[in-house]
């Protein structure tokens, strides 16, 4: 039995080191792959149990386990693509096989640490081996809905045309002017003061609002008072507001409006300064001061002269680029200089990931041992944040690995000398002579 079991342990011995020499020569192999996990071999002893005081030892042997390790993080490599990504954290990308793309019911979700993709034939961001980048749709506004986070449910495969064109249609303007005092004095001519502002509609074209101030000429003194209206060219100049607008001329506070007192069209809040217009397109907001304070609207000297004019939108533009931050919003930038958020890409977190089930391409399934998924906002919880033009490289340490296979391969040695022992032991009985008596 002795002899016996020491030829049994040498020989799972040698199984023992040959599963990590698997391991070792497999590390060895993915150095220069990205995101490669590296894997570890774990040996175990086996005992075998004899009576205490029976002057006997029968020896166990050993066996082997590995581990993919999941949770290392390779070094993030910069790269020229901007789709080319890599995750700062312990999340992971989701992504789905092409061959699945339309497939019915929710995709069956992979995930992965680093990608690099490109739109395909139909602008469908995949890798080149085969890897579609899911996320989930923005709305027309940019916002990105409610979606549950631990279902597949919602996500969707990030399809981003080449050559697709957009407008960005005008929300919000900012009207500042300075009206001259002097036109609301007794005498004044009460000569309408013009003024085109410029905004974008639903369709990328330019649309155009007439704004005049009149003055209000008292019988003496000043009024300090003005009625501004504002025409919408796009709906046949029809008059969408009109309001009185009344100055401060006190010596902390002149210049600044002191009232504006709706008489047609959106209300005037107060808080932020802005009222509320209907052009062709939807509703737009429009600044023209808070009471009290300076920018926006002002009446100083004897000058009018608008001293500044802003406002949000652009017309049709085409697509010149597309990235992803780092929270993981897909940016569409036109050429006309305005972006456009078109998906957001959450990212996948397990309690175990080292209990995640490894496949091919350096994609991972979830499993039993790693618990169940759950969709993080990149930037929140413990999943770290996603980072574009980059890559991340293999967890594997050559040097460390080529220690271990100097290491293994006497190890493998050792253990084929002791079988070497065993046999030349079991040949010294089989050879030993034996007499034969009468």
């Known amino acids: 039995?002795?002899?016996?079991?020491?030829?049994?342990?040498?020989?799972?011995?040698?199984?023992?080191?040959?599963?990590?020499?698997?391991?070792?020569?497999?590390?060895?192999?993915n150095a220069g792959t990205y995101g490669y996990k590296r894997m570890v071999s774990a040996f175990e002893s086996m005992v075998i149990s004899e009576a205490p005081g029976a002057g006997t030892y029968s020896a166990g042997g050993v066996r082997a386990s590995t581990l993919r390790l999941i949770n290392e993080r390779g070094t993030l490599v910069s790269t020229t693509n901007a789709l080319d990504l890599a995750i700062s954290g312990r999340g992971m990308l989701p992504v789905m096989q092409k061959v699945d793309v339309g497939a019915p019911g929710n995709p069956g979700l992979m995930m992965t640490t680093t990608a690099s993709f490109y739109p395909d034939a139909n602008g469908v961001l995949t890798s080149p081996?085969?890897?579609?980048?899911?996320?989930?749709?923005?709305?027309?506004?940019?916002?990105?809905?409610?979606?549950?986070?631990?279902?597949?449910?919602?996500?969707?495969?990030?399809i981003v045309s080449p050559n697709q064109q957009a407008g960005d249609p005008t929300t919000a303007i900012t009207l500042g002017a300075n009206l001259p005092a002097t036109a609301t004095m007794a005498g004044a001519s009460g000569v309408s003061l013009p003024l085109t502002v410029e905004y974008f509609g639903n369709l990328g074209t330019s649309e155009t609002m007439e704004i005049s101030f009149t003055p209000t000429i008292p019988a003496s003194g000043a009024s300090n008072s003005w009625t501004m209206e504002i025409r919408d060219n796009a709906q046949g100049g029809a008059v969408i507001g009109e309001y009185t607008l009344t100055f401060d001329d006190t010596r902390g506070a002149g210049g600044t409006l002191a009232s504006v007192t709706m008489v047609s069209g959106g209300a005037y809040d107060p808080g932020d300064g802005t009222i509320a217009l209907n052009v062709a397109g939807g509703p737009l907001t429009m600044t023209i001061g808070q009471i009290g304070q300076q920018g926006g609207l002002s009446q100083l000297s004897d000058t009018f002269a608008p001293t500044g004019i802003t406002k949000n939108g652009s017309p049709v533009g085409s697509l010149t680029g597309v990235e992803v931050d780092e929270k993981g919003y897909v940016m569409a930038t036109y050429d006309t200089g305005f972006t456009r958020r078109l998906y957001q890409v959450p990212l996948v977190d397990v309690p175990n990931l080292n209990g995640l089930v490894a496949m091919d391409?350096?994609?991972?399934?979830?499993?039993?041992?790693?618990?169940?998924?759950?969709?993080?906002n990149a930037g929140d919880g413990p999943t770290g944040s996603v980072v574009g033009y980059a890559r991340e490289g293999s967890t594997t340490d050559v040097a460390g690995e080529l220690t271990n296979l100097?290491?293994?391969?006497?190890?493998y040695s050792s253990n084929a000398k002791v079988i070497q022992t065993v046999a030349l032991s079991l040949a010294e009985l089989t050879d030993f002579p034996v007499e034969i008596s009468d």
């Open 129 to 158: 081996s085969g890897l579609v980048l899911l996320g989930w749709p923005a709305n027309d506004n940019g916002q990105i809905p409610n979606f549950p986070r631990d279902t597949t449910a919602g996500l969707v495969p990030v």
């Open 406 to 411: 100097i290491q293994t391969q006497r190890a």
């Open 361 to 376: 391409n350096q994609t991972y399934e979830v499993s039993p041992d790693s618990g169940p998924f759950f969709l993080w």
């Open 1 to 29: 039995m002795t002899i016996s079991s020491a030829l049994n342990a040498g020989v799972a011995g040698l199984n023992a080191n040959a599963t990590r020499l698997a391991t070792i020569s497999d590390n060895i192999a």
